[in-house]
């Protein structure tokens, strides 16, 4: 039974990981500002639905002393909240006070959760594996169509998280790695979007299960393709 920490598991991505890693018997401590909306255990494994807003040091120290207390390691952390901003707006929408609230969940609220948390990884038996929710509008060499000024930007600056991360786990056996999920039909994602929920998880659950040094620091998209900077 492996030890999961998902963040923002109420709904889309988050919610499919609680149910599929619960499903195949691992052990989840889901994080959510609502958490009584995550998805109950199913299968053979566990869910410990627990409150966090990764806004807020506190509500992030709090999560990490709750799941402390029932295990004494963690072998996986899904750095999976994340919010949006309207997407598309050009430079004359552009509002400071929103881009700071996207990154502080996007970028600081990973960071946050990742060093609350440090400690139960280092003490993973096959060592620690810490797997980002970025996505390729992150990609500052993809970025042809512009736009986006929070969402983007912050994408780009957890993506420098990670690799710093992985750079700081290397002589501990913790990775860190930043996943592309797709253009997924989420709340976020729209119903334009070719992949299901099922298609994006199914396939980064995959590649977060053999994260491994090679791929440490490394931006993939959900087929295993290294994508660009």
Not at 39 to 68: K, N, Q, T, W, Y
Not at 79 to 85: E, F, R, T, Y
Not at 94 to 117: H, I, K, Q, W, Y
Not at 131 to 159: F, Q, V, W
Request: hydrophobic share 40%.
């Amino acid at each position: 039974m492996a030890v999961w920490v998902v963040t923002g598991a109420n709904r889309g991505l988050g919610a499919r990981f609680v149910d599929v890693l619960s499903a195949r018997g691992d052990l989840v401590f889901a994080g959510a500002r609502d958490p009584a909306h995550v998805p109950a255990s199913g299968g053979s494994g566990v869910v410990h639905p627990l409150p966090l807003d990764v806004r807020d040091d506190r509500s992030v120290l709090a999560f990490a002393e709750a799941i402390a207390q029932t295990t004494q390691h963690v072998d996986v952390l899904l750095n999976n909240a994340g919010v949006a901003d309207g997407r598309w707006s050009s430079l004359s929408d552009v509002d400071p006070e929103t881009m700071l609230d996207v990154f502080d969940v996007n970028t600081v609220g990973p960071l946050r959760t990742s060093r609350a948390l440090w400690g139960l990884l280092l003490n993973a038996p096959e060592g620690g594996r810490i797997a980002h929710i970025s996505s390729l509008m992150g990609s500052i060499e993809d970025c042809a169509s512009g736009r986006s000024y929070a969402y983007r930007p912050s994408k780009t600056a957890l993506n420098m998280v990670s690799k710093i991360l992985a750079v700081e786990g290397q002589p501990h056996g913790i990775t860190s790695t930043a996943y592309h999920p797709g253009w997924v039909k989420t709340d976020m994602g729209g119903e334009h979007a070719p992949l299901t929920i099922e298609e994006s998880v199914g396939d980064l659950l995959r590649l977060i299960d053999r994260q491994n040094p090679s791929v440490s620091g490394g931006f993939l998209e959900h087929t295993g393709r290294t994508l660009p900077w």
